[in-house]
């Protein structure tokens, strides 16, 4: 897509214009007007960077400057001293407060997600609007907005940072001894402009393609887990994905939190895997319960466990493998009662 950016209004012509404010530009602005050229309304739209008001008045939507958050007359400033607006899914209230990037994306980013994944359900689309949010979005409001990623004695962390694009537009800005012209700046913003384009929708179909899916294959395993032991402490896979963070929700969702201790899924190179469940996601080597026989291999797990076909058992204990399902199977519901 050519993106078109300038300093005055254009002379004739129907397209809709995006106003915002000229000289330094940050994440915040060049992602909001990136998510506009989402919209369809705004998918052809010129950018136009003033500071003036009688400039910025003809502007269809005007973003990070203005000193005004009108939502219905498509103002999105969040400069002005008693603004405090955060985030609301319906996952979660935010503390962040929003900037320009965030007020957009209160406005438009359903449209967007829908426009892009039509075949999303109305669950989905929550979904995935309050994980843009909360592991892309929320990074930018916080940094242009001065707020810490961790504050406090405890360093109690206040959002997500997954990305490095404040900086990446920062370095964009021409230097003290480049051409700093109007022309300069305007040109550079495009640049600005199409690379936090590309990261938003990045991470837009990651959540829509992988971990959408991902999750779906979780809560379909986690429905057969009695099928699996009578205990309902081990989750079977017929596909590796990217499982453990999903579980950790799912479990909370049926009322069983903590109870999966070990999940198998076959292994890309040989046989199945058995993993023992971290204690939180993200943890590896701290689990709800260890697989024994730590650091043996081949014949000397399979006469140690009693179980044919041992591949192997990490020695921290929190994976090994079997050649085949029915070894893994009977690996874990040994490990169960150990």
Same mark, same amino acid.
């Not at 939502?71 to 603004?83: G, S, W």
């Not at 962040?96 to 999303?120: C, D, M, Q």
């Given at each position: ?5 300038? #300093?005055?209004?254009?002379?004739? *012509? ?9 000289? #330094? ?28 008001? &009688? ?13 005004? %958050?009108? $939502?219905?007359?498509?103002?999105? &400033? ?24 965030? =007020? ?12 892009? %994944? $039509?075949? =999303?359900?109305?669950?989905? =689309?929550?979904?995935?609007? &309050? ?14 907005? *001065?707020?810490?990623?961790?504050? *406090?004695?405890?360093?109690? @962390? ?16 021409? @230097? !003290?001894?480049?051409?700093?012209? $109007? ?25 829509? #393609?992988?971990w959408l899916p991902a999750r779906n294959?979780?809560?379909? #395993? ?7 032991? $009578? ?11 990217? !499982? ?5 929700s799912v479990e909370h969702e049926m ?15 040989? +046989? !199945? @895997? ?18 024994? !026989?730590?650091?043996? @291999? ?18 921290? +204990?929190?994976? +090994? ?11 874990a519901t040994l490990a169960l009662d150990?």
């Amino acid at each position: 897509m050519s993106i078109t950016v300038t #300093s005055v209004i254009p002379e004739g *012509g129907s397209a809709k214009l995006i106003g915002t404010h000229d000289g #330094s530009f940050h994440c915040d602005e060049s992602l909001a007007c990136a998510m506009l050229f989402m919209t369809s309304t705004f998918k052809d739209a010129i950018i136009v960077r003033s500071r003036k008001p &009688d400039i910025l008045k003809e502007c269809n939507v005007v973003v990070d400057v203005g000193a005004t %958050y009108d $939502p219905a007359k498509l103002l999105f &400033d969040h400069h002005q001293p008693e603004f405090s607006d955060t985030m609301r899914t319906a996952h979660a209230t935010y503390k962040t407060r929003l900037s320009s990037a965030g =007020l957009v994306y209160r406005h438009f980013g359903k449209e967007i997600i829908k426009n892009k %994944y $039509p075949a =999303l359900s109305v669950s989905d =689309l929550e979904e995935v609007y &309050d994980l843009v949010y909360k592991k892309f979005i929320e990074h930018v409001d916080g940094n242009d907005n *001065g707020i810490d990623q961790v504050s *406090g004695e405890k360093l109690q @962390r206040n959002y997500q940072v997954t990305t490095a694009l404040p900086a990446r537009v920062a370095d964009l800005s021409p @230097r !003290w001894n480049e051409d700093n012209t $109007p022309d300069s700046f305007n040109k550079r913003f495009i640049k600005a402009v199409e690379i936090t384009g590309e990261a938003f929708l990045e991470k837009m179909d990651f959540f829509a #393609s992988a971990w959408l899916p991902a999750r779906n294959l979780v809560k379909e #395993s986690a429905s057969h887990l009695k099928e699996v032991h $009578p205990s309902g402490k081990i989750i079977v896979f017929q596909q590796f994905c990217p !499982w453990q963070e999903h579980l950790f929700s799912v479990e909370h969702e049926m009322g069983i939190p903590g109870q999966v201790i070990y999940a198998l899924f076959p292994d890309s190179n040989r +046989g !199945w @895997r058995i993993r023992a469940v971290g204690v939180e996601n993200g943890s590896t080597f701290d689990n709800r319960k260890a697989i024994p !026989w730590k650091g043996l @291999r081949d014949d000397e797990l399979s006469k140690a466990s009693g179980v044919p076909g041992g591949i192997f058992v990490h020695a921290a +204990g929190f994976i +090994g493998g079997n050649e085949t399902y029915e070894g893994a199977l009977k690996m874990a519901t040994l490990a169960l009662d150990m």
